[in-house]
C-alpha cells in the first residue's frame, strides 16, 4: 500500500502515464527510476542494472521480475532483490506516494 504523506518527496509522473508491468523510466534529482504498476500497487526501483550498464526500462518484465536487455538478469520488482545472474547486487527501491493521480517518490 503507498502511503500519502507528501513530505520530501518529488513528483515523478502521472499514474495514467503508467501501462500494467511496462516500466516507465524518469529521472529525478539525478536518480534514474523506473516505475513499474503491477498488482494495483506502484513500484519504483533503480534503472540501473547493477551488473554493469543497462537500462532495465529497455528490458522486459516477467511475472513479478524485470529482465535486464543486456544479460538478462533478473531482479524482483517488489523487493529490488538481484535473483537471477550475472546481477548479484539489489536495485535500491524508493518509496512511491500517489496523490490525485499523481506519483511522487520519496528520496
Ligand atoms: S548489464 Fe544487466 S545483466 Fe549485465
Redesign the pocket.
Known amino acids: 500500500m503507498n502511503d500519502t504523506n507528501l513530505e520530501n518527496c518529488h513528483y515523478a509522473a502521472e499514474v495514467s502515464d503508467l501501462e500494467d508491468r511496462e516500466p516507465y523510466p524518469v529521472e529525478i534529482v539525478g536518480e534514474e527510476i523506473a516505475l513499474v504498476s503491477m498488482d494495483e500497487d506502484i513500484f519504483a526501483i533503480n534503472n540501473i542494472?547493477t551488473?554493469?550498464?543497462?537500462c532495465l526500462s529497455d528490458g522486459f518484465i516477467e511475472g513479478d521480475r524485470i529482465v535486464?536487455p543486456?544479460?538478462?538478469?533478473e531482479y524482483e520488482i517488489k523487493t529490488g532483490a538481484a535473483v537471477e545472474d550475472?546481477?548479484e547486487i539489489d536495485l535500491q527501491t524508493y518509496t512511491v506516494v500517489v496523490d490525485e493521480g499523481k506519483i511522487y517518490i520519496r528520496l
Not at 543486456?70 to 538478469?73: E, K, M, P, Q, T
Open positions: 542494472c551488473h554493469e550498464f543497462a535486464c543486456l544479460h538478462l538478469a550475472p546481477a
